[in-house]
Every structure is written in structure tokens, then in C-alpha cells.
């Protein structure tokens, strides 16, 4: 089992930015990939940014050059870092993990709000 916990959201004008964080604990593996996903009002989940055991990055187009995702093993913790936040990038954001069995977990999300 691994437990995940993020923190970090908030309320940002829109232009500003924002890191969060988010905190595994529990049975990690060496091969893994971490990640960020977001759900906005009325909308389905969508990834928006991975990053593998390996340092490997992946983003949806939408925060291409504005995000940046990032990993410290040795704290089991990984973040992301929002800039040139816009209002559309409003939505709880839920940190997750998938160890080499496939398996998924996620946190329980932090919201962010950009306002106008």
C-alpha cells in the first residue's frame, strides 16, 4: 500500500504561480512513475504531468513550458511547479503513483483556484 498526500494548493491570480507537493509513504518500488492530474468542475480527470523513476518527464500540450514536474527520491515526494497560471487551470489537482505491477494510487487532491 502507499499512501499519498499532497499540499501546495490555493488561490492565484491569474499570471502567478504555485508548487505542490505531494508525500508518499508505505511500500514504494525502485520503478515507479509519479504523476499530476487535475479535474475541473463538470469535467473528467486529465494527466497532466509524469515523471518516471528514471527522471523521464511527460506533460499533456496545455502546460507545455509553464509546468514542470520534479521528484526527490530521497524524500518519496514529488511536485509541481505551476507557472503562468490561468484560469482554466483551475481544478483539484490529484498527485498519484504506479509501481511496476500497474497498480495506481492517488491522494485525496488539493484545490487550485486562478482567478481572472
Known amino acids: 500500500q502507499v499512501q499519498l498526500v499532497e499540499s501546495g494548493g490555493g488561490l492565484v491570480q491569474a499570471g502567478g504561480s504555485l508548487r505542490l507537493s505531494c508525500a508518499a509513504s508505505g511500500s514504494t518500488f525502485i520503478t515507479d512513475i509519479m504523476g499530476w492530474s487535475r479535474q475541473a468542475p463538470g469535467s473528467q480527470r486529465e494527466l497532466v504531468a509524469t515523471?518516471?523513476?528514471?527522471?523521464?518527464?511527460n506533460y499533456v500540450d496545455s502546460v507545455k513550458g509553464r509546468f514542470a514536474i520534479s521528484r526527490d527520491k530521497s524524500k518519496k515526494t514529488v511536485y509541481l511547479k505551476m507557472n503562468s497560471l490561468k484560469p482554466e487551470d483551475t481544478a483539484v489537482y490529484y498527485c498519484?503513483?504506479?509501481?511496476?505491477?500497474?497498480?495506481?494510487?492517488w491522494g485525496k487532491g488539493t484545490l487550485v483556484t486562478v482567478s481572472s
Open positions: 498519484s503513483y504506479s509501481d511496476y505491477h500497474g497498480i495506481t494510487y
Open positions: 515523471v518516471d523513476s528514471g527522471g523521464s518527464t
